[in-house]
């Protein structure tokens, strides 16, 4: 007996893997059913058996980036426990991730999670534990705490996406610029911690 056509061994994950592979090559227009089916030397709906067509694979994809990213932003922290430190190189963490994965960072930012969706949901509450805990805001009120992760992700993610669309184009060093705004970021977060009731 030969062996098992390959569409009967293929696993969610290895769509995904290779969704994310075609992804690095390719940039964002890669992720698609069709091109991942090429990736793997199969027929679209052996994918569809795993995960249901394009917006299936864009979110399964998104998740699995964010799981990722979570790992990276941590593993950079482990010899640190100064709050502010541990903010520093999260934001540098995540500069670092979106320069050497652009595409990964456009997906995973664009990505809209739901509250509502459990596996969704799981991934929303270890990013806030994480950033509370790398914070430690622990007193923070949850209010608080979602003003202070909302503002430090735009903050973030604005200015990596306008350095990625080569939108700064002013004589002036962007690192320089990034550290500006991470120290602003600090008195900002030190502002929210004094007011919060």
Not at 4 to 13: A, D, I, Q, V
Request: aromatic share 8%; charged share 20%.
């Amino acid at each position: 007996m030969g062996r098992p056509p390959k569409e009967n061994s293929l696993t969610p994950h290895d769509v995904v893997q290779a969704a994310i592979a075609c992804l690095d090559r390719e940039g964002e227009l890669a992720l698609g059913v069709n091109r991942v089916a090429r990736e793997l030397g199969v027929k679209p709906p052996a994918i569809y058996k795993h995960l249901d067509g394009n917006t299936g694979l864009r979110r399964a994809v998104a998740l699995e980036i964010w799981r990722n990213y979570l790992t990276h932003c941590q593993s950079q922290m482990t010899d640190t426990i100064e709050p502010f430190a541990l903010l520093r190189i999260g934001a540098q963490a995540t500069r670092n991730f979106a320069q050497r994965y652009p595409g990964r960072y456009a997906v995973m930012m664009q990505y809209q999670m739901r509250p509502t969706d459990l596996e969704e949901a799981e991934i929303i509450q270890n990013s806030l534990h994480f950033f509370q805990k790398s914070l430690q805001l622990y007193k923070l009120s949850e209010n608080a705490l979602i003003d202070v992760m909302r503002m430090v992700n735009a903050a973030v993610y604005g200015f990596i996406t306008r350095e990625q669309q080569e939108l700064m184009t002013l004589n002036r060093s962007t690192d320089q610029s990034y550290e500006v705004m991470l120290d602003a970021l600090i008195v900002a977060i030190k502002h929210i911690q004094q007011n919060d009731c």
